[in-house]
């Protein structure tokens, strides 16, 4: 006769943000919880998330805050006005990690990094009695058990509640790489196709172009598609564009490819001139100088800008001060497909919101529950990424401890 699985109250599955802050509220409720995780450490995407600042979440209103996120906000509202910016900043607080606004109106660490606090936060979720399970890949369902691949073989696990906190599929070798979805749609719920978010774009440049500009940044510039705005710096690379402004404006430019094939995003290379004064500026006579000279003399315009303004402006236009004002202020870059989503900052899709009662559990698989980026729901960057994934594991983990107190 095979040996039964061991029994456990919770099981959490996935160690990232969203898993993590289930496991705390569980904590508080008195419920043990099982973190099972598939890399050798938790919290690896979270780390990565640090490399650069750990954006913890964002400081403005909390109105303008919910709008960041679109057509998921009804489903997610009620889960970001419980665990607010200003609550996540009095959690860090209580993990002795001093958190400040900056003049972004970001959320960060005092010190900027995310290993002090992922550090401090698992010693105290293990001195409260969570277990932890690592190098645990989750294989889906034998009957009612989940199932786990291990270094030591297959791990049967019965579990009275399970959270799914696994995460997307942007950054596979992290442990976020989807490989949960046909597992769940072998339970016949509803996955919307992921795609990248918060992502660069492939862009074909000339070679004279390319082998000249790539690798220099693009500085002090607005970009412009549909009715979204950004402002700052670009990347330009071998393969395209990448950098915070254009994850800013990376959805509905996606959207916009996927529909139509292509997309114009449009570019400001002055923002801080008029056409206007372009326009007065570039009329001054330009005698024997050449153009590059004229447009360095006269607008400040030269290096990659001027080489991007060629790039993608008619040879006419430069015969035209008008045109070329115009072109300055509204230069169209054609982007033929967004970056591969393995090297997206994050991504859109995943388990849809329909699928999931107001505590995030299956409506048909009742017990389990669904937190995190494995949700169908995206967010630009500037900490509303983390701060939903933590209101989302502090909503599954309050729905888990009131459904085990009834299930019974």
Known sequence: MSTPPPKINVAIVGGGPAGLMAAEVLCAHGIQAHIFDTMPSLGRKFLMAGKSGLNLSHGEDIETF???????????????????????????????????????????PKDFKAAPLLRTWLRRLRAQGVSVHVRHRWTGWNEENLCFD?????????????????GGASWPSLGSDAAWVPYLREKNIAINALRPANCGFNVTWSNHFKNKFAGVPLKSVALHFADVEARGDISITDYGIESGPVYTVSAPLRDAIERDGTATLTIDLLPDKSVEQLTTALSKPRGKKSMATHLKRTVKLDGVKAGLLRECTDKSAFDDVIRLAQAIKTLPLCLESPRPLAEAISCAGGVALDELDDGFMLKKIPGVFCAGEMQDWEAPTGGYLISACLAAGRTAGEAVAHWLDNVD
Do not use: C, H, K, M
């Not at 001093?98 to 109106?105: D, K, L, N, P």
């Not at 291990?150 to 696994?166: D, F, H, K, N």
């Open 66 to 108: 919910l709008t960041r996120y679109g057509a998921a906000r009804n489903r997610l509202e009620p889960s970001l006005r419980t665990f607010t910016p200003q609550d996540i900043r009095d959690w860090a607080d209580g993990l002795g990690i001093e958190t400040f606004i900056g003049t972004s109106g970001r959320i960060f």
């Open 150 to 166: 291990t270094p030591q073989g297959i791990v049967r696990i019965e579990a009275r509640a399970t959270v799914l906190a696994l």
